[in-house]
């Protein structure tokens, strides 16, 4: 091998490396080839961060250093340099067994690697990206939540922190029902420390590291020192129970690696790089569970956006991001600034309000999409105007080809949704909360999977307690509080003390019911020993006799029973996917780990409604944010506190660039919210952007005035609340909508009649055919079939419906 042989090999090396990412920026590419050391991502919204960690991740595995490297492992030869040359310019071929070796330089192995997200909808969309990417050698990459992958760590560990291999996770509704015990315990009011109260403090007490020991030496007043006292107790009978609830998950990580520095050496060994998405928005456990899992080869990339810290309630802290290149020192940065979703005068909108905050490291994002229309902006009369609104706009879409799908509806906080769901249900506008009552949180769900949970843990007192009278056995309070006594005295599970009961005469009056039911709970343990796990759970509601008694409560049984059904389908898709490795734990742990935002279902055409902060990571043709008014958003709290009013413009900011073509912001005269109606001022994140950027929308209401104007001559027509063209909403005071009327409809006989066979034409949906009338409460319900949508149900005094000649 000659010397220019080996540059002329080193050069067609690059080139095709090069080429494997060719449709990325150049930024990007920096990123990608930077493999050894800290590297510190600044990701701005829009700019393909997941794609810069599926690719950095690809040329891990697939290239390692070989991009910035001058070693070749292999002998350069002519015909070697001539099938390089080949594959750079056809640029799609694979190489040679013998070439592919020549291509590597200390590459990582998959099983090396752990990525680390937020969601489990972020860790699968990884997960196949790297599939498509690398083929079967993906499926040894540990791409996770950081949740996940300390339940992995302490499924292998739990023991030598004193839990069993088989713990239980607890929910938000089982923490509070253990806390609740302990409140009993300890004579403690409620309602002088709230339940979820204490709850919130605990958790942020091990955000921050902190045992009830530690919590103890920085309490100062009295309630701070009850809750140290409510903290030692629960810690301990999640002990007893062999149980963690979600915040306990890292914070035992960590502090099994802080005790037992072998446990730390071995997970050090085994993952040689770490990366770590949404960076901003870890904690100081989570940060310190990344430093120790780093400290090993100390390759750690973090990719984040400190404009988009928005999760200090939860325990993130900005200063992770910000202080990276003090915890690791040498840090290399790298700015992704170009974005590839919005068009400029949305990027420029958010550039405007975000770089009035002090506390972010510098960053400008731009586009190559256009400039695209200017932010649009509508002053309502009130939460009704404003719904009507949005509702016009979407239908307007709708005529030009959108879905509705395409339209987000963002707000502060979820009290605003009332409003535009209360509009939209009357109006027959399909429309989805995200972030409401999850599946897993149903009553008839929870009972099932408790069974579950005592199978798999014998010691989870908790989930017994809410099962063993469910359905009714004669198993009473007093006789449950009596078994978790004789436990606690014995130091053993009410399991246990159930198989005995005969035994204590303060269980003598329901020692048969109790027997009874360990005889059961023997025949479900036998049935998971040998049966398929979506079996068991068809045999967990069968001999249970949860299904005779939903069978007995009728329509309500039925839908009840339903959703059983959709549980032990949600099982086989688990079976199938996990296949030989499908396991009673392994699904719990699923299901405990599922977090609201994995439930979108984007391919359901129906109009999203979220708060900001769930709308993170999303992505919406048309967006609108309800509610820009100073003590709305920014709320009134951090209208007065510096480090708050930052943080709502880091919301503000995520709200303005999930959009990708249109941005809609509304404000509102007067607002009624919490029962109480309003005046704010305009929020001053609309002062912030540039006039020239902004678009007033006011066609809608100079058409209502002018239709006001005809009615009643050319006298002065005070302002009234909205009344949406077509749609038959009665005009009202604004008497009336302080004193907190819902909007009214038109008295009988002022809204055209509709019978079966009118062709109408609605504002969302297009042209339909009525097929039923049915008067009801004043109003009529219409059921119309679309030639777009099929079948629907609509109000006809509030639909924006209109009889076609």
């Not at 701070?224 to 306990?248: Q, T, W």
């Not at 063209?725 to 909007?743: D, E, H, I, W, Y």
């Amino acid at each position: 091998m000659t010397e220019n042989q080996q540059t002329q090999f080193l050069n067609l090396r690059k080139r095709y490396i090069e080429g494997r990412f060719g449709r990325l920026n150049p930024v990007q590419k920096d990123a990608v080839f930077t493999v050894d050391g800290p590297l510190l991502i600044l990701a701005g919204a829009g700019s393909g961060k997941t794609t810069v960690l599926v690719n950095r991740i690809a040329n891990l595995v697939r290239f390692g250093k070989a991009y910035h490297s001058d070693k070749i492992y292999g002998t350069v030869t002519a015909e070697r340099i001539a099938e390089l040359e080949d594959l750079v310019q056809r640029g799609s071929s694979e190489p040679s067994p013998e070439l592919e070796e020549m291509l590597r330089v200390s590459t990582a192995r998959p099983w090396n690697v752990l990525a680390i997200t937020f969601t489990n909808k972020a860790a699968g969309e990884l997960k196949n990206r790297l599939s498509d990417m690398l083929g079967s050698a993906a499926e040894d990459i540990t791409a996770s939540t950081f949740h996940s992958a300390c339940v992995r760590i302490l499924r292998r560990e739990a023991q030598v922190l004193g839990w069993p291999q088989a713990f239980t996770i607890y929910d938000s509704d089982d923490s509070q029902r253990a806390m609740k015990e302990v409140y009993k315990q300890l004579s403690i009011d409620d309602k002088f420390l709230p339940v979820k109260a204490a709850l919130s403090a605990i958790g942020h007490y091990k955000d921050k590291m902190l045992d009830y020991k530690q919590a103890a030496e920085q309490a100062g007043d009295m309630r701070s020192k009850l809750i140290c006292n409510v903290y030692e107790a629960y810690a301990k009978r999640l002990r007893a129970a062999g149980a963690f609830d979600f915040d306990d998950l890292i914070f035992h990580t960590v502090r099994l690696f802080e005790q037992h520095p072998d446990v730390l050496e071995k997970h050090q060994t085994k993952y040689r790089y770490i990366l770590v998405d949404e960076y901003q928005d870890t904690s100081v456990a989570q940060f310190e569970l990344v430093r120790q899992l780093a400290a090993g080869s100390g390759n750690i990339c973090v990719v984040g956006d400190d404009d988009q810290s928005i999760y200090r309630f939860r325990g993130a802290t900005i200063e992770n991001i910000l202080s990276f290149e003090e915890h690791f020192p040498g840090a290399k940065v790298v700015r992704l600034e170009q974005n590839y979703r919005s068009t400029s005068n949305i990027l420029n909108a958010a550039n405007e309000v975000i770089k009035n905050n002090e506390g972010r490291k510098g960053k400008t994002l731009w586009t190559e999409n256009g400039d695209g229309d200017k932010v649009h902006h509508y002053q309502a009369d009130n939460e009704h105007d404003e719904a009507a609104h949005i509702a016009e706009v979407i239908g307007e879409h709708i005529k030009e080809g959108a879905k509705l799908r395409d339209h987000a509806i963002l707000y502060r906080m979820n009290a605003q949704s009332g409003p535009v769901e209360t509009y939209f249900a009357r109006a027959g506008i399909p429309y989805k909360i995200v972030g409401g009552q999850r599946f897993f949180d149903r009553k008839e769900v929870k009972d099932i999977l408790s069974y579950l949970s005592i199978l798999a843990n014998p010691q989870d007192d908790l989930r017994l307690r809410r099962i063993i009278n469910e359905p009714a056995r004669k198993i009473g309070a007093t006789t449950v509080d009596n078994m978790a006594q004789i436990a606690d005295g014995l130091s053993c599970c009410m399991l246990e003390v159930a198989a005995t009961a005969a035994n204590y005469p303060a269980l003598s009056r329901a020692s048969a019911a109790l027997q009874k039911f360990y005889t059961m709970y023997e025949e479900l343990l036998c049935a998971a020993a040998e049966q398929p796990l979506d079996e068991l759970v068809t045999f967990v509601i069968d001999r249970t006799g949860y299904r005779s008694m939903l069978e007995a409560q009728g329509e309500e049984g039925q839908t009840r029973l339903e959703n059983l059904g959709q549980l032990i389908s949600s099982v086989k898709t688990y079976v199938d996917a996990k296949g030989e490795e499908a396991s009673l734990f392994g699904y719990l742990e699923e299901v405990a780990l599922i977090a609201d935002i994995d439930s979108y279902d984007e391919s359901s055409d129906v109009v999203v409604m979220m708060t900001m902060h769930a709308a993170k990571g999303l992505e919406f043709p048309y967006v609108f944010i309800v509610g820009l008014e100073d003590g709305i958003f920014p709320s009134e709290m951090a209208r007065y506190n510096a480090e708050d009013l930052e943080e709502e413009r880091r919301l503000c900011y995520v709200g303005i660039t999930r959009a990708k073509k249109a941005l809609y912001l509304s404000s509102a005269e007067m607002r009624m919210i919490f029962g109480q109606t309003k005046r704010n001022q305009p929020s001053r994140f609309l002062g912030e952007i540039d006039n020239s950027l902004i678009e007033e929308d006011c066609s809608f209401m100079i058409a209502r005035r002018k239709e006001q104007a005809a009615a009643f001559g050319s006298r002065r027509v005070e302002p009234v609340a909205p009344r949406h063209p077509a749609a038959g909403l009665g005009s009202f005071s604004r008497g009336s909508t302080l004193a907190g009327a819902a909007p009214q409809p038109k008295a009988a006989g002022t809204k055209a009649a509709f019978k079966p066979g009118d062709v109408v034409r609605h504002k969302v949906f297009g042209r339909g055919i009525v097929l039923e009338v049915t008067p009801v409460a004043g109003d009529t319900i219409v059921k119309i079939r679309f030639d777009t949508v099929g079948e629907k149900k609509t109000m006809a005094n509030y639909a924006p419906l209109t009889l076609e000649e």
